[in-house]
């Protein structure tokens, strides 16, 4: 089913304009797959209309697929020439995809190597200062949605939706967060579900994704942002948790939907986890993984309102608070370890220094 001209137009104008500030005379590249086409040509039409120039590069899913199935690793490695592009750019935006999760997962090992230019192209992106927003709206395909247990036509529109919100309104509510969490000490979260756990804050910065990419932002290398956006993380005392948490939403990690998560701490580590599917994936990870994989590793809080927490977006859906396992050495903590873990909480009660910040899943401020 087509979505209405009026959010597509108001979603890629927010895009455009205020999260990576597209001017007149810049280039843009535009890239999607297939099943984005209908997002793709409603943001070269608006990038043509601010008097920018838009190219858009298509990438066909069954030839990338064929790609990795049947060639050599390195088949898919960037040419000259798309290094030449991105010289040329000012801004980017990519439409996610593929459209089939459930292949990728069919692929193993074979996909994790499909994109051997990647870490290259953001380096090189960085330097050049482009200004870059990934449309999360290409994750809401039919394929995934079915993998998932989804509604495609709900999930797409929500997603539109919640794309369409400006970053101002995240910034100031995010702004008002923070204000609290840098001054805060201690943290207990709790829900009807067995939850109770509480742990420390010790007055490190709280950082705020509001799906725009400032002049500061470029400073500090943070070229790229989403859409949908709408997160806090801030890194938490990582030796403090004592109690049980009972997540009840699903954490969307390691190409899986990991379903009925509960994890408990002693002595400041994880001691124990359970799951009610998918928890094989969790344990193969965490297996392999080294460093302060057991320690708490981020505390979130999302920030969208039109985010809605039965879809994979949870972590951003204003008032669901999430927590992570592992590294948060990117947020200012002390974690080193190969290994992330998140798993969002939509209807927890959170009180800080016991006054609550959140009530039954909607933020109090």
Request: contains cysteine; neutral net charge.
């Amino acid at each position: 089913m087509a979505e209405p001209r009026s959010i597509l137009e108001r979603l890629v104008q927010v895009a455009l304009k205020e999260r990576i500030h597209l001017k007149r005379g810049e280039n843009v590249i535009v890239e999607t797959y297939p099943h984005g086409m209908n997002l793709a040509t409603e943001f070269v039409y608006q990038a043509r209309a601010l008097g920018a120039h838009p190219m858009m590069i298509v990438e066909d899913e069954e030839a990338l697929f064929r790609t990795v199935e049947t060639l050599k690793p390195g088949a898919m490695k960037a040419g000259s020439h798309e290094w030449a592009a991105l010289s040329k750019a000012h801004a980017y935006v990519f439409i996610n995809g593929p459209a089939d999760l459930p292949r990728t997962w069919s692929l193993g090992s074979k996909w994790g190597a499909a994109f051997p230019s990647n870490e290259e192209w953001y380096e090189r992106a960085k330097r050049a200062r482009i200004r870059g927003v990934r449309m999360l709206y290409g994750y809401a395909s039919p394929q995934r949605a079915k993998a998932y247990g989804l509604d495609v036509e709900k999930w797409r529109h929500m997603m539109l939706e919640a794309a369409a919100v400006e970053p101002e309104t995240i910034r100031a509510t995010g702004a008002a967060l923070a204000k609290k969490l840098v001054k805060g000490k201690q943290v207990q979260i709790t829900a009807d579900n067995g939850t109770d756990l509480s742990f420390r804050l010790v007055g490190r910065r709280p950082q705020v994704d509001d799906g725009s990419v400032s002049a500061q932002d470029l400073t500090n290398g943070d070229n790229m942002t989403q859409a949908p956006a709408g997160q806090l993380w801030v890194a938490p005392d990582e030796k403090s948790p004592e109690g049980t948490i009972v997540f009840d939403r699903p954490s969307n990690s390691f190409g899986r939907f990991i379903k009925g998560v509960t994890l408990e701490f002693r002595g400041g580590r994880l001691a124990a986890s359970s799951f009610e599917e998918n928890g094989e994936a969790f344990q193969k990870a965490f297996g392999r993984a080294k460093g302060d994989k057991d320690r708490l590793g981020m505390f979130i809080f999302g920030l969208n309102p039109q985010v809605r927490a039965e879809f994979p977006q949870a972590p951003m859906a204003a008032g669901c608070v999430s927590l992570t396992l592992g590294d948060n050495s990117e947020i200012d903590g002390k974690n080193k370890t190969d290994f992330t873990f998140l798993v969002p909480h939509a209807s927890a009660t959170v009180k800080l220094d016991g006054s609550a910040i959140v009530q039954d899943g909607q933020l109090v401020l």
